[in-house]
């Protein structure tokens, strides 16, 4: 690697000495340069060759910077196609640490060994981000119980707001265990680390239990205010959103479900379209649709000599569409209470699917509303 100083330290080869400049001749360029490559780049002859001037350490710099800013794993490849000492610098793992989280949102419809290969290498560099969706990927979607839990408690450990939570639901849930492995109050403190680091479904997670007693003792007005907070900041988030792609736009008021709305912050009379999910839950969303696992929020007609719970011993998936988990055993989710139709990893996923969908689709919610309606006229 040529430093700033003009030593080159390079293994396999010779070692110039400090301040030397690498030599060339007007018609070879050398190998490592932006004009090589069979000739599909080629300057013009006698032309400066900026970039070949430049040290390797400086364009490191720049190539972290472009893996920043990726917006998708193709872009974060493209930059490496340019030249062979591109593509040479690019493989070094300071790229890989500070690949984006949109460069990593691999599709489940082009899941292969070389995008398996890919999270791996982001995560042994040390990217966080990796880590995670490397983790929710195997633990929910390969069966790799251990090995994800391991890399999502490794993205937790360098203060990964995500994973701390989703490290959370598997306490609770006992995901991957045995139901008396449930371990109510170290869920509820990973909650508090994750909604300290400011993840809205962990602080909205962590007032439901406060307010029923869930792994801490039970304090209804402060989980109300915590569930307030949640609504503000969820509420902060979208305006963030909103003036980051339209400056001048004006969220619309009212308490009206809107097409392409949903009334998340229906306490505060504002009509929000949803947040863009997670890559790794939007993963998890794909996979099981293409296997032909859909989550069930309606009451399924039924004969009546079946049982509530002749449900074949199918493992169910979370009710809410952009949540992706799905149970490592049976009846490992709660349900609803009142329909019992709908399956929850989360008290935060039931909270936000009740306001979304479930409160129309909920049976017996139905039949009061026609009830109502009835007397009315």
Same mark, same amino acid.
């Given at each position: 690697?040529?430093?700033?100083?003009?030593?080159?330290?390079?293994?396999?080869?010779?070692?110039?000495?400090?301040?030397?400049?690498?030599?060339?001749?007007?018609?070879?360029?050398?190998?490592?340069?932006?004009?090589?490559?069979?000739?599909?780049?080629?300057?013009?002859?006698?032309?400066?060759?900026?970039?070949?001037?430049?040290?390797?350490?400086?364009?490191?710099?720049?190539?972290?910077?472009? @893996?920043?800013?990726?917006? =998708?794993?193709?872009?974060?490849?493209?930059?490496?196609?340019?030249?062979?000492?591109?593509?040479?610098?690019?493989?070094?793992?300071?790229?890989?640490? $500070?690949?984006?989280?949109?460069?990593?949102?691999?599709?489940?419809?082009?899941?292969?060994?070389?995008? #398996?290969?890919?999270?791996?290498?982001?995560? &042994?560099?040390?990217?966080?981000?990796?880590?995670?969706?490397?983790?929710?990927?195997?633990?929910?979607?390969?069966?790799? !119980?251990?090995?994800?839990?391991?890399?999502? @408690?490794?993205?937790?450990?360098?203060?990964?707001?995500?994973?701390?939570?989703?490290?959370?639901?598997?306490?609770?849930?006992?995901?991957?265990?045995?139901?008396?492995?449930?371990?109510?109050?170290?869920?509820? @403190?990973?909650?508090?680390? &994750?909604?300290?680091?400011? #993840?809205?479904?962990?602080?909205?997670?962590?007032? #439901?239990?406060?307010?029923?007693?869930?792994?801490?003792?039970?304090? %209804?007005?402060?989980?109300? !205010?915590?569930?307030?907070?949640?609504?503000?900041?969820?509420?902060?988030?979208?305006? &963030?959103?909103?003036? $980051?792609?339209?400056?001048? &736009?004006?969220? %619309?008021?009212?308490?009206?479900?809107?097409?392409?709305?949903?009334?998340?912050?229906?306490?505060?009379?504002?009509?929000?379209?949803?947040?863009?999910?997670? %890559?790794?839950?939007?993963?998890?969303?794909?996979?099981? =649709?293409?296997?032909?696992?859909?989550?069930?929020?309606?009451?399924?007609?039924?004969?009546?000599?079946?049982?509530?719970?002749?449900?074949?011993?199918?493992?169910?998936?979370?009710? #809410?569409?952009?949540?992706?988990?799905?149970?490592?055993?049976?009846?490992?989710?709660?349900?609803?209470?009142?329909?019992?139709?709908?399956?929850?990893?989360?008290?935060?996923?039931?909270?936000?699917?009740?306001?979304?969908?479930? $409160?129309?689709?909920?049976? %017996?919610?139905?039949?009061?509303?026609?009830?109502?309606?009835?007397?009315?006229?």
């Amino acid at each position: 690697m040529r430093t700033t100083r003009g030593s080159l330290c390079r293994s396999g080869g010779a070692v110039a000495a400090v301040g030397q400049k690498r030599k060339r001749s007007l018609g070879q360029p050398a190998a490592g340069d932006c004009c090589s490559g069979g000739g599909r780049r080629k300057r013009l002859d006698g032309g400066p060759d900026y970039l070949g001037e430049l040290p390797d350490d400086l364009v490191l710099v720049v190539l972290s910077k472009l @893996a920043t800013s990726a917006s =998708s794993p193709s872009d974060f490849f493209n930059f490496r196609l340019t030249c062979k000492r591109l593509n040479g610098l690019g493989r070094h793992d300071v790229i890989f640490a $500070k690949a984006s989280r949109a460069s990593l949102a691999v599709k489940a419809a082009s899941w292969s060994e070389s995008a #398996h290969r890919f999270l791996k290498r982001c995560a &042994a560099a040390g990217n966080l981000e990796a880590c995670y969706i490397l983790g929710m990927i195997r633990f929910y979607c390969l069966g790799s !119980r251990s090995g994800g839990a391991a890399l999502m @408690a490794r993205a937790a450990v360098g203060g990964h707001a995500a994973a701390l939570y989703s490290l959370a639901v598997i306490q609770f849930n006992a995901s991957g265990g045995e139901k008396t492995d449930r371990d109510l109050p170290a869920g509820a @403190a990973l909650c508090f680390r &994750a909604a300290m680091l400011g #993840h809205v479904d962990a602080l909205r997670e962590l007032g #439901h239990c406060l307010q029923d007693g869930y792994g801490v003792d039970p304090d %209804p007005a402060e989980g109300r !205010r915590l569930l307030v907070a949640a609504n503000a900041r969820e509420l902060t988030l979208a305006l &963030a959103a909103a003036a $980051k792609h339209r400056p001048f &736009a004006v969220l %619309p008021l009212g308490g009206s479900f809107g097409v392409g709305g949903c009334p998340l912050l229906s306490d505060f009379g504002w009509n929000l379209p949803e947040a863009e999910p997670h %890559p790794a839950n939007q993963f998890m969303v794909d996979w099981w =649709s293409s296997r032909g696992v859909q989550p069930s929020s309606k009451k399924p007609v039924v004969d009546e000599l079946a049982t509530a719970d002749s449900d074949g011993g199918e493992l169910r998936l979370c009710s #809410h569409v952009r949540c992706g988990r799905r149970e490592t055993r049976r009846h490992e989710f709660r349900r609803c209470s009142v329909c019992s139709a709908a399956n929850y990893c989360s008290r935060a996923c039931q909270a936000l699917d009740w306001k979304r969908a479930h $409160k129309a689709q909920c049976v %017996p919610m139905r039949r009061w509303l026609l009830a109502g309606a009835a007397v009315a006229q």
